[in-house]
């Protein structure tokens, strides 16, 4: 088949919008490496206790501060925990918080930006609120909240899952800022090009042309910072553990087990490199996916 | 609409003194310090079926004009008719549902496309915003259209980064004309496209109005496109009409000053005549808006302003041939 009527073909063949972004995103090599290691990272923490069965929490006495072993292959810490079982326990809470944090976290940044940046009136006011809460020095607010919600919030929910809903709560409402006012003034920009103005004057409502003009065209920013954002939450979760506000002491997340380890680095630095290289790869691969996301849904870059 | 058969001469849009006002705000406090009178007092009628052209240099209030009578901008004081429906007052419901029959087609194809919509998409948003057609019906349509404004239907998969000018101003125009409208504001729809490109989209919109009985007002600077495609001519001058004539009565023999140095400045394309031909060179800048001159506001730059140009607006008057015109010397 000659070039022209293979051209000929794809100009009449029918385009699905999903398709083409799929084509796109396997086309960005940084984007299926992450993809690749992501899954990896996704399956080890789920799948992986089914493999590697042994319980975080058995104290081992005799195999305390243990290198790498056929029977411990990341190692022990100083009271015989198995290092492979609490870094996988660990990844479940971590990557769980982390994405429910950024979500909480992106959801209030962009209504508030696409609100403040699209209605003039409520622009003044999101913006003050927005640098209300830049201005709140964070840990105090956090000391605060937690003070007050956590036994309520356990007695409602139980130990573990409260705790949960508590710090993907208070991580989400103290880091949506700069993806608000990124949005805000993305939006502004925006609702001065001519083709918001053509919305309007084919009668389109207010929130269809949030929907389908605005949103879609601030999604690259959006998207780059979710994919700050879950590196965040995973470190401030780590943050709040150090100081005993996150989760129980005996239940692993990976920021807790780094501060656990960090007193023991000159005798066994694999406890800290271990939930350290997990961070550090969950996060590098979820901004390479991010990346390729941003790139394949843009049509502008699509096909290039 | 079906029920008022097209009938030579009816008019279809009337403007009446429309004024466009914008506040300026400055200080601490956002104190409202003056207004820019963008458009200030401007009234014209446009009959069922026929092009006016509206010229005049940037930043006089041309655009503006044209967003006002689609309600694109608030009007700040006057009344926009539309088949007899003042629609500087509809509610937003009323004046949502007015939509479909007064379409705008922009200047620059660039921003005019929503990049991350297909073409099918741009074209098929009025027919789904007005729900009036649905599924293969729409998709139709959407094929129609494209046929219509000479682009090839199976580009409707595509994005509008793929086009050139000229095309994408095709499919400005396609989704303009979806929801079958009476009257078309083109807002300098030459203006960003290459000069092999212009004619074939003026004889595009030309065609159009031929074969589906379109009413144009048609916003530009480009003197001879607007002799070209206008039955009437308008010349604004900071906010105001000064001039409002038939093409040939306005570009044969100019009555206001300012038209006449408008005119003077458009090239002949004969060195002999341009050569000896007298051009008006007009002295200073356009006055702000801001702050126009007292009486009128030509005075500054005109060639023969006398003590009365400062002291009193001149009338907009009507000659014996017909033609309106805002000067105290015209005759």
């Known amino acids: 088949m ?3 009527s293979l051209a000929a073909q794809g100009m009449t063949a029918h385009r699905s919008l999903w398709g083409d972004v799929w084509r796109q995103f ?3 090599r940084g984007a299926m490496v992450g993809s690749a290691v992501f899954l990896f990272i996704v399956l080890g923490v789920t799948v992986g206790p089914y493999i590697h069965t042994v319980d975080p929490q058995y104290l081992n006495m005799r195999a305390r501060n243990a290198g790498i072993s056929w029977d411990h292959p990341f190692g022990t810490d100083n009271v015989g925990r198995d290092m492979l079982a609490q870094v996988m326990a660990g990844g479940r809470v971590s990557l769980a918080v982390g994405f429910a944090a950024m979500g909480v976290s992106i959801v209030i940044g962009a209504l508030v930006g696409v609100l403040a940046g699209y209605i003039r009136r409520l622009d003044g006011p999101l913006m ?3 640098d209300l809460f830049l201005a709140l020095p964070i840990l105090p607010l956090l000391l605060v909240i937690l003070l007050l919600f956590r036994d309520t ?10 705790i949960f809903l508590l710090i993907v709560f208070v991580i989400g409402i103290t880091s ?3 993806t608000a006012r990124i949005v805000r003034g993305e939006v502004l920009a925006l609702k001065e090009r001519e083709f918001v103005l053509a919305a309007k004057s084919i009668g389109t409502r207010g929130h269809r042309i949030i929907t389908r003009h605005l949103l879609p065209n601030v999604l690259s920013p959006i998207m780059v910072s979710a994919t700050i954002g879950i590196a965040n939450a995973i470190i401030t979760e780590s943050a709040l553990s150090f100081l005993g506000l996150g989760f129980p002491p005996d239940f692993p997340t990976w920021g807790r087990l780094l501060f656990d380890g960090k007193d023991f680095m000159t005798l066994t630095p694999e406890r800290v490199i271990w939930p350290g290289l997990a961070i550090s790869l969950t996060v590098l691969s979820v901004n390479f996916i991010g990346d390729g996301l941003r790139d394949a849904l843009d049509p502008r870059i699509r096909g290039r | 609409m079906a029920f008022d058969s097209p009938k030579a001469g009816e008019t279809l849009v009337r403007v009446a003194d429309l004024k466009v006002h914008f506040p300026i705000h400055a200080g601490l406090i956002r104190r409202q310090v003056g207004t820019v009178r963008a458009v200030d007092g401007v009234s014209f009628d446009v009959a069922r079926g026929e092009t006016l052209g509206l010229v005049g240099e940037s930043g006089c209030g041309k655009s503006t004009t044209g967003r006002a009578v689609l309600r694109l901008v608030d009007a700040t004081a006057g009344r926009i008719e539309m088949a007899g429906t003042d629609i500087a007052s509809l509610g937003s419901e009323a004046l949502r ?3 479909p029959r007064m379409q705008m087609i922009f200047q620059d194809p660039h921003a005019s496309l929503n990049p991350r919509m297909t073409v099918g998409s741009i074209v098929a948003e009025p027919l789904s915003e007005h729900g009036t057609l649905r599924g293969s019906a729409r998709q139709r349509r959407v094929e129609e259209l494209l046929d219509a404004v000479g682009l090839n239907p199976s580009f409707a998969n595509r994005y509008p980064h793929e086009f050139s000018g000229g095309q994408r101003q095709r499919i400005g125009i396609a989704r303009a004309l979806a929801l079958d409208p009476d009257f078309i504001v083109c807002d300098e729809p030459i203006a960003a496209l290459d000069v092999s490109i212009q004619a074939q989209v003026v004889n595009l919109l030309e065609e159009l109005q031929e074969r589906l009985g379109l009413t144009y007002l048609f916003i530009s600077h480009d003197l001879s496109m607007v002799r070209h495609i206008a039955d009437r001519v308008a010349v604004m001058y900071l906010g105001k009409i000064v001039e409002l004539a038939d093409r040939e009565a306005l570009y044969g023999a100019p009555k206001h000053p300012y038209t006449q ?9 004969n060195p002999k005549v341009e050569a000896t031909r007298r051009h008006i060179i007009l002295k200073g800048d356009v006055p702000s808006p801001a702050n126009p001159p007292s009486g009128c506001r030509f005075r500054t730059r005109c060639p023969i302003a006398e003590a009365r140009c400062a002291a009193e607006e001149p009338a907009w008057r009507k000659l014996d041939d017909g033609r309106h015109v805002a000067c105290h010397f015209a005759t």
């Open chain 1, 2 to 4: 000659t070039d022209a």
């Open chain 1, 26 to 28: 396997r086309a960005h």
């Open chain 1, 128 to 130: 003050r609120l927005t």
């Open chain 1, 153 to 162: 919030l356990r007695t409602l929910f139980g130990p573990e899952a409260g």
């Open chain 1, 176 to 178: 949506w800022m700069q």
């Open chain 2, 97 to 99: 549902r007015m939509r």
């Open chain 2, 261 to 269: 140095a408008l005119l003077s400045a458009v090239p002949i394309p």
